[in-house]
């Protein structure tokens, strides 16, 4: 028999999750659609198909640990906890995984150091100091309504805040306005956050009031983006950022000064935490991939920054790390060669 774990990394568009060996090696991959509980349509749907996924050809029987690092998870404790729980009976696994904070597979996904900072910005946005692979510090994260400034989410609502405005006269044209009338499906650029669900239709189908190639209407925006938001989750709106990324490239005022603004809140966040000893990782899609944005907010931090690089292996290291010296002969050097 070979003892195996289990890590999970899960966001507002996509679920990632790895099985491993107690020597660090990968034994299976699951993919799965958003699990954030605040803002993903059907998190345990995704957790579910991310786990049977990566247990193909494997026996349940053998998965000793198992840790979840749920985006949202912090601001619906047990809500994300009978979730992740049900997932994992579902998918044939004994026990219950223990359920973490998504910034700390993050930081062990990327370094196998035990203490140091983690800013995740992807769908959405958090800060967070570790000790000893503890969360003993944390800024923002508070979802989609009352926080998670300077994210996906948060910017393609900015995005769509400026186009209205441009659309009924408060504000200059904006090429943001492109985003409603052009494509039903966002484009997959630099920002975009995994897969995700489809958009509804271009303004200008058949299906919207505005006849084809005609500008939308305010209204026919709010529809489109309250239609999105319902069929979804709020995730939706993060679609929008890989569009605000291009027009900024592009030169467009309203999109450069998104992503200024966006930079600004994700330096404060970080900034927040304070002093901390250790690495500064780098996580999520707007962070990890050559963005405009990642280059705004790297430009104005110190100290020895990290790129993420597999926080679902993360997941599982931090899962090595619980499962006891009984069970892993040498959890740091399992850790070190699951991460690479």
Known sequence: MTALVIGVDGGGTSTRCVVATVSGEVAGRGYGGGSNILSSADPGGSLRGALLAALAGLDPGEVTAG????????????RTEAVAAEA???????????VVSDTLPAFAGATAEASGAVLIAGTGAVAARIDDRRVTGRADGYGWLLGDEGS??????RAVRAVLASVDGRAAPTAL????????EPSRSPGQAGPGPAAPGPLGSAESAGSAGSAPSAQEIVRLVHAGIAESGPAWLAR????????????DAAATAILDEAARRLAATVGALGPVSGPLVLAG????EPTLLAGKVRAGLAGTVVTARDSAAGAAALALH???????PDP???HRHLIG
Do not use: K, Y
């Open 152 to 157: 996906g989410t948060w910017i393609g609502r």
């Open 67 to 78: 840790v979840f690092g749920l985006a949202g998870g912090d601001s619906a404790r047990e």
């Open 177 to 184: 306005l492109g985003c409603f009338g052009d494509a039903a």
């Open 240 to 251: 929008l950022a890989p569009a605000v990324e291009a027009a900024a490239r592009d030169g």
């Open 88 to 98: 994992w009976r579902a998918a044939g696994l004994a026990g219950r995984p223990s």
């Open 322 to 328: 619980a499962a006891g010296a009984g069970a892993v």
């Open 285 to 288: 899609s707007l962070l990890t």
């Open 332 to 334: 740091l050097a399992a």
